[in-house]
């Protein structure tokens, strides 16, 4: 049964390493959406830093779908509409940011609006990942966030501080979030249910798919739960070594045009 739902990570996947799209993934998802296939960004970002792509691959018509904040948000893409949207308590909020003090790192919360700190100190990889996404920061207490719809949380720091931190969060932490690392500075957490494949599993149910139908390409951490949902799990050359011990494909890497080889190769063949 041919291949009608393909979920796309945008970092090191989508994008080449200088964040461009190559003409030739542009017309591989152009030609795939000629033969009604649904490609889907899948993302850790926020909405916002995903728009611009959305309108460049022209994937915000109707009938289109974006996956951001790894799984917290699903939305119709020509309207906004939120399909699925899983948001943190305060009381999540608190515990993980306390928790962050606790074991030296910066952190910062996420919502539609912006980037959200308690720390004065800015950290380089928030201002990072505020130009990467496209949103403001926004310097709160946490007495302040009481009322702020969070989606995810992240804990940033040099790889190394952050690696030897990691160390210290108490297991009841992954029981009660989902945890997963995105780059060597970035650890996210989200709500236990919210991960890019919970989402990719309700988007496939809404259009009357199963699971042969569906493919997701990836090259990080927080890519696994997608390719461990789908049929059809293809991973980037340069993506991780245990990503592609679950991968049924393994295509060639982001500067090398991967993801328009593995629509070319297994999509629209």
Do not use: C
């Not at 890019?196 to 990080?220: C, F, R, V, W």
């Amino acid at each position: 049964m041919s291949i009608k739902l393909v979920a796309v990570d945008i970092d090191g996947t989508l994008l080449t390493d200088d964040r461009k799209i190559t003409s030739q993934v542009f017309e591989a998802v152009q030609d795939a959406k000629a033969q009604g296939v649904q490609v889907v960004i899948a993302t850790g970002r926020p909405i916002a830093g995903v728009t611009h792509l959305l309108n460049e691959l022209n994937l915000n018509h109707q009938g289109n779908y974006v996956i951001t904040f790894n799984g917290g948000l699903v939305q119709d893409a020509e309207t906004g509409q939120e399909i699925v949207k899983s948001t943190m308590s305060y009381e999540d909020y608190l515990e993980i940011e306390f928790l962050s003090r606790k074991i030296g790192l910066h952190m910062h919360a996420i919502t539609k609006e912006g980037i959200y700190t308690a720390n004065r100190d800015i950290g380089k990889y928030t201002v990072h990942e505020a130009r990467l996404v496209n949103m403001p920061i926004f310097y709160r207490t946490p007495e302040e966030m009481a009322s702020k719809e969070i989606v995810k949380m992240m804990m940033i720091d040099e790889p190394d501080i952050l690696d030897e931190a990691i160390k210290n969060i108490p297991p009841s932490f992954y029981d009660n979030y989902n945890i997963v690392k995105s780059t060597p500075f970035y650890l996210e957490f989200m709500l236990k249910s919210v991960s890019k494949g919970n989402a990719i599993i309700h988007l496939a149910e809404k259009m009357g798919l199963n699971q042969s139908q569906t493919m997701a390409i990836g090259d990080a951490e927080n890519d696994r739960a997608m390719l461990e949902v789908v049929g059809n799990p293809v991973v980037m050359e340069n993506g991780s070594p245990e990503l592609k011990m679950i991968a049924k494909y393994i295509t060639k890497s982001n500067n090398e045009s991967g993801v328009a080889y593995a629509l070319r190769e297994w999509v629209l063949k």
